[in-house]
């Protein structure tokens, strides 16, 4: 069964500290791992990652791969009040066939908090 | 352009009622879903559709149906509410193509007496 695991649970900073926010992954046939920020209601995505040790950046996120240790980590450096959200992590998957529905197995999400 | 809208957004039901929620797309996506969120426990997949009139079962389906009647449209339907089904729904389309980015409508937050 395939499963993804998203570590710490829950965080809380203070306004410019930087955070680090892990997710592990037991998947049959990996294709591809993404993240999302989830504020209240629909989540957005911030990244998709399918090759190891490529990073992928936008303003203060940054994330990688490391498809031989099945893990990825999200960095938010500089934090800031708006970064407050439940941050998703979800694994795609191919089928049998060696085809892709793009069905995605999300992790339980890590709730950051960032105090002024 | 609205991308993935849902309705309703909030609903409460007694057992043993029906319901149908509504998802809709306009950027014409072949790919559609349907998923559960409850605390602590991530988003799983209900059901989904990889084009009209074609839908299939994913990790949670029992006690749901679904229809894609038209393309732009994916309904999920709860014949016999149970308060197990308390949850809030989320759906999400995507292009056919080789990115796995599925885009997300508000969600639908419902509540089973």
């Known amino acids: 069964e395939d499963k993804v695991v998203q570590s710490p649970l829950s965080l809380v900073v203070h306004e410019g500290d930087t955070v680090t926010l892990n997710c592990s992954y037991e998947v049959t046939n990996f294709r591809s791992l993404l993240w999302y920020k989830q504020e209240k209601k629909a989540p957005t995505f911030l990244f998709m990652l399918t090759s190891s040790g490529i990073e992928k950046k936008s303003g203060r996120l940054s994330s990688i791969l490391d498809k031989k240790e099945l893990f990825s980590i999200l960095n938010i450096t500089a934090t800031q009040t708006g970064d407050s959200a439940v941050y998703l992590c979800?694994?795609?998957?191919?089928?049998?066939?060696?085809?892709?529905?793009?069905?995605?197995?999300f992790g339980q999400g890590t709730i950051l908090t960032v105090h002024p | 352009n609205a991308g993935v809208t849902q309705t309703p957004k909030f609903r409460v039901l007694k057992t043993g009622q029906s319901m149908t929620l509504l998802c809709a797309q306009d950027?014409?996506?072949?790919?559609m879903y349907w998923y559960r969120q409850d605390p602590g426990m991530g988003l799983r997949l209900i059901h989904y559709?990889?084009?009209?009139?074609?839908?299939a079962k994913g990790e949670v389906p029992d006690g749901y149906n679904v229809s894609r009647l038209k393309k732009q449209n994916f309904l999920l339907g709860l014949e016999s509410a149970a308060p197990s089904q308390t949850s809030v729904y989320f759906c999400a389309s995507k292009w056919r193509g080789l990115a796995d980015t599925q885009y997300f409508g508000p969600g639908t937050r419902l509540t089973v007496l």
């Open positions: 559709s990889v084009g009209e009139g074609t839908t």
């Open positions: 950027m014409n996506h072949e790919y």
């Open positions: 979800a694994v795609g998957r191919l089928d049998a066939g060696g085809t892709s529905y793009g069905k995605l197995t």
